[in-house]
């Protein structure tokens, strides 16, 4: 397994001192963005962070250099079927055991390359990569040091995202779930091309990460959602301190559930203001705190 230089996606301009990577691991290529600590500072915790449903790595671009400002060497990758990362075909390669197997593979490389121990890398899940996260310390804890769910609580529920579930298999994999969302622009963007060059940068990124997005990702992660087997008595027996945080006007997954799985695990238990489902992108500066704050004192 190696890491090499790899190539911005989705034309969003990358952070000074973040740098796109491949990681080569089993399954194939998956693409990462790597924030290392500036001289002068002193590095003082190495953490992964795993993006969630409909997500990638970019969410996690503004989080990066504010968290190596503050000694966090981190690293952020785009799961498989996510983005530009490598997409095997079939929903059955995106079952629990396939994310977390890539998370071990992914933390193997991070844990060789940073230069760390084994057992000393940082955890971290944003929502459904808070279900992959978790499932991945209850498979092996022995890599990480610490696991954070962010905005990600214990179990899932029946019929969750049954709604998206439906169109996509109705589309039957040839329309993506952002121009599902969006037929009027959409369409516009069909009959005239070049309108894309007008729309805002986000905009723009938002499309064409949904369009490269595989739908059996999608899928496949619907159904880890909707799982309602409770990972915390198995995540308790790891022994791994945990962090649960969320911002404060989360609504993508229920607030009771991840204050009472903090209750449950003796975790620490924090919400983060100004931010809702995104507080690594609504409010940054306050998550990369928090973040490093608890980083820096788990051993």
């Known amino acids: ?95 629990r055991d396939d994310f977390t197997a890539d998370a071990l593979d992914v933390a193997a490389v991070v844990t060789e390359a940073a ?49 998206e579930r439906d169109r996509l298999l109705a589309a039957a994999g040839l329309v993506d779930l952002w121009t599902l969302d969006n037929p009027g622009l959409a369409r516009r963007l069909a009959e005239d091309p070049q309108a894309l060059a007008g729309l805002d940068a986000d905009t723009r990124f938002h499309r064409d990460r949904s369009v490269a997005t595989s739908t059996d990702n999608l899928l496949g992660a619907i159904d880890v959602l909707a799982d309602v087997r409770d990972v915390t008595p198995d995540l308790a027996a790891t022994g791994l301190p945990v962090l649960v945080a969320h911002g404060v006007d989360d609504a993508a997954w229920p607030q009771p559930w991840q204050r009472a799985m903090a209750e449950r695990l003796g975790a620490r238990y924090a919400v983060v203001e100004g931010a809702g489902h995104l507080p690594n992108v609504e409010n940054p500066v306050a998550t990369a705190d928090l973040l490093a704050g608890f980083w820096a004192t788990t051993r």
Do not use: N
């Open 1 to 95: 397994m190696t890491v090499r230089p790899g190539a911005p996606f989705g034309g969003l301009p990358l952070p000074d001192g973040v740098a796109p990577l491949v990681l080569d691991v089993p399954v194939g290529p998956l693409t990462a963005l790597r924030s290392v600590v500036p001289d002068g500072v002193e590095r003082r915790a190495v953490a992964l962070l795993v993006p969630g449903f409909t997500g990638s790595k970019e969410d996690h671009r503004l989080l990066l250099p504010l968290l190596a400002e503050r000694g966090v060497e981190a690293w952020t990758y785009s799961q498989r079927g996510q983005a530009d990362s490598v997409a095997p075909r079939g929903v059955g390669a995106y079952r």
């Open 115 to 163: 230069g760390i121990e084994p057992g000393a890398l940082h955890l971290l899940g944003h929502s459904f990569g808070g279900t992959v996260a978790a499932a991945t310390a209850v498979r092996d804890a022995a890599p990480f040091a610490s696991l954070t769910m962010l905005c990600s609580g214990p179990h899932g529920w029946p019929g969750r995202k049954e709604a």
